[in-house]
């Protein structure tokens, strides 16, 4: 969606999309303007929730059955295991997506790992196509004037122009673009807490095949996993900026990471909003 600063001021529903990789602040972001009676619309909850519900409590039931007493428990009905995700905790879906490796670290095989990869990135998908609807529910149901897209990271990786269509058509797309001090911050929070991360096949085949090279491993059951998530976390980092950038050019705006970083109102989001559109 295009327009120029002063219609984005006078839009009476605004409905924005943030784009951005993983820690830039879009969550943050969100979260200050649901205070501000913003709907937010995560798309991770909403994978989480409705696209990969059932997929997520199996690996779970997966896990229990394997304990005895659990076990006896689940085949006679007399416990239940449900999720309890919320838009401020995702790590269910984060454990579902998984890591690459050895299985007595909790890795996955390399099919199996895959697997969950494409069931993410088709519940990603779905997601986002009912973004137009959640728009229209966020105000006649919720009674939101406003509405907030909180996309994943992986946005940008998913190759749907329908995707791309949809949110260009329906919504303002705002690319929180990563200064190189936020960067470096995203590095230092990735070697603290490695986390499951979405690869595109093709980049996941050629970087897995280098990395096997550089640390001499024959089998994917010998790759320690969080030292693959740090090893593939840059090389993911700087191959998705160029997609960011194109979805940007193509369909949106860009406003730096350390610019919205100070944003803690409506009012001031408003203006830092229109001074991009300003800016064309």
Request: aromatic share 10%.
């Amino acid at each position: 969606m295009r327009m120029t600063a002063s219609e984005f001021r006078r839009w009476d529903r605004k409905s924005v999309t943030l784009l951005g990789m993983s820690g830039v602040g879009k969550t943050h972001l969100s979260t200050c303007l649901r205070h501000a009676h913003w709907f937010h619309y995560s798309a991770d909850y909403r994978i989480g929730t409705r696209y990969l519900n059932e997929p997520i409590l199996d690996n779970i039931k997966r896990q229990a059955m394997q304990v005895p007493f659990l076990r006896e428990l689940l085949r006679a009905d007399s416990i239940y295991i449900s999720n309890n995700i919320t838009v401020d905790n995702l790590t269910a879906v984060l454990t579902f997506l998984g890591k690459l490796g050895m299985p007595s670290l909790g890795g996955l095989a390399l099919l199996e790992f895959k697997r969950r990869q494409k069931l993410y990135r088709d519940a990603e998908v779905a997601a986002m196509l009912d973004v137009p609807a959640f728009i229209t529910k966020a105000h006649e149901i919720y009674g939101y004037r406003h509405f907030v897209n909180d996309s994943a990271g992986s946005l940008c990786e998913l190759d749907d122009p329908d995707v791309l269509d949809v949110l260009a058509r329906d919504t303002l797309i705002v690319y929180i673009e990563a200064t190189p001090e936020y960067g470096r911050e995203l590095m230092r929070r990735a070697e603290l807490d490695p986390k499951p991360l979405y690869y595109r096949e093709p980049f996941l085949d050629a970087e897995l095949a280098v990395f096997r090279k550089e640390r001499g491993i024959a089998r994917i059951e010998d790759i320690v996993p969080d030292e693959f998530v740090l090893w593939m976390f840059p090389r993911l980092f700087q191959a998705r900026i160029p997609r960011y950038e194109a979805i940007a050019r193509d369909h949106g705006y860009t406003i730096g990471a350390d610019v919205l970083g100070s944003v803690s109102s409506e009012e001031a989001f408003v203006e830092c909003v229109a001074g991009a559109l300003d800016q064309g």
